[in-house]
Every structure is written in structure tokens, then in C-alpha cells.
């Protein structure tokens, strides 16, 4: 099946910095999706992006499907954007395969 | 719109009782999916109904695991009898559509088995 890999697996930012984490895929997907898991383990949609460019304010995301990544940018970071990032593709068949996620933690 | 709701939020039960999870998707959303995070690892898929049929359930454990969606609407998946090794969040998700279509995920149940 499809693997996804995800980097780096933690990360630590002083509050303001940016950052970029990178989602590997192994093969074409038909959907990738970036979330956020906060704190009480909640997961939250950031973007649904299997190709091109989005950005929803301080977070960005770009997918080259052609390459098999996709990057999230998370500009000037606040605490508030501490918790695990998920990368997720659904390849051949319907469900997510997920990678292992990136840990950030931001500190003031 | 309301997004994917789930109860409970939070259930712990002993070995070898039984817990039932209850998932509502969005409105309007032929497709439900259930995914779990054991401790440790990554999020895994269970199963995915399209209306009330298992389109797939080639991720659930064993048949320990017992899902159903009743007249296509919010569904159910019953652990009977819980082991340890099934504390974990469970998530439910749902989309419009199969393929080509995002997933909306429910805030997640939190089992603990003790």
C-alpha cells in the first residue's frame, strides 16, 4: 500500500518563527489532506490539497503531485499552533493512510 | 452546518466489558468512516460505509469489532469483549462523496481499557 512519511518528527519554535513540515507520498493520490491534532485530541482540517497552492492565513500548503510531497508553512507561530500535524492521502480505495506526524511545540 | 459529532467523548471500562461509539455525520454525507490511533501509533482506518453498506472493512482488528450504520444515517461500532490493547482514540469521519472528496473528522472518542 501507500506510505507516507513525514519530517522532521519534532519540532521546537520560539513563538514568531516559521517553519515548513514536508509529507512524502509513495505513490499517485487522489486526495491530501493536512490537519491539526490540538491538544485534547481533536483533529482539525487545515487543507484539502492534492495539487497546487492554498493559504488560510498564517498556514499555507502546497502539493507537487507530480513530485509526491506536499509542504505546510505555519508563518509567525504562535503557542496556539502546538500539537501534531498529520499529512493523510487517499491513494487506490477510499480510506486515509496517514503519516506519523510532525510534533510541534511552540514556546513564548 | 453541523460538523461530525461523536459520543461519548471520554468512556474507560474493564477487560472484557462491552463499550458502543456512536458517530453523526454531517448532513447529507453518504460516506462514513471510522480510523483509531492506539497508543504510539499512527491513525489506521477501520471501515467505510457508503449509506448503510460496508464499502470496506478490511482495516477493522477482529471480530471483536462489530459496526453498523442503521438506515444510512449515524452509526455505531461496539467493542465486545474490550482487551487492553484496544485503548486508543477512535475517530469518525465522513465526506459527500468516495475519492476526490475531503474528510470531515468527528472530535474523537477516548477509550481507555483498564
Known amino acids: 500500500g501507500i506510505q507516507v512519511e513525514q519530517s522532521p518528527p519534532d519540532l521546537i519554535l520560539q513563538e514568531g518563527a516559521n517553519s515548513t513540515l514536508r509529507c512524502n507520498f509513495s505513490d499517485s493520490v487522489n486526495n491530501l489532506q493536512w490537519f491539526h491534532q490540538n491538544p485534547w485530541g481533536q483533529l482539525i482540517n487545515l487543507f484539502y490539497i492534492p495539487s497546487g497552492t492554498k493559504q488560510n492565513g498564517r498556514l499555507s500548503a502546497t502539493t507537487v503531485a507530480t513530485e509526491r510531497y506536499s509542504l505546510l508553512y505555519i508563518s509567525s507561530s504562535q503557542t496556539t499552533d502546538s500539537g501534531v500535524y498529520f499529512c493523510?492521502?487517499?491513494?487506490?480505495?477510499?480510506?486515509?493512510?496517514f503519516g506519523a506526524g510532525t510534533i510541534l511545540r511552540v514556546k513564548s | 452546518e453541523a460538523g461530525v459529532t461523536q459520543f461519548p467523548s471520554h468512556s474507560v471500562i474493564e477487560k472484557g466489558q462491552t463499550v458502543t461509539l456512536r458517530c453523526d455525520p454531517i448532513?447529507?454525507?453518504?460516506?462514513l468512516y471510522w480510523y483509531r490511533r492506539v497508543m504510539g501509533k499512527e491513525i489506521k482506518f477501520l471501515l467505510h460505509f457508503v449509506k448503510e453498506s460496508k464499502q470496506d472493512e478490511s482495516g477493522m482488528p477482529n471480530n471483536r469489532f462489530l459496526a453498523e450504520r442503521t438506515g444510512g444515517t449515524y452509526s455505531t461500532l461496539k467493542v465486545q469483549p474490550a482487551e487492553l490493547e484496544d485503548s486508543g482514540v477512535y475517530f469518525c469521519?465522513?465526506?459527500?462523496?468516495?475519492?476526490?472528496?475531503?474528510?470531515?473528522f468527528g472530535p474523537g472518542t477516548r477509550l481507555t481499557v483498564t
Open positions: 493523510a492521502v487517499e491513494g487506490y480505495g477510499n480510506k486515509l493512510v
Open positions: 448532513s447529507g454525507h453518504d460516506n
Open positions: 469521519a465522513s465526506s459527500r462523496g468516495p475519492r476526490t472528496y475531503e474528510q470531515y
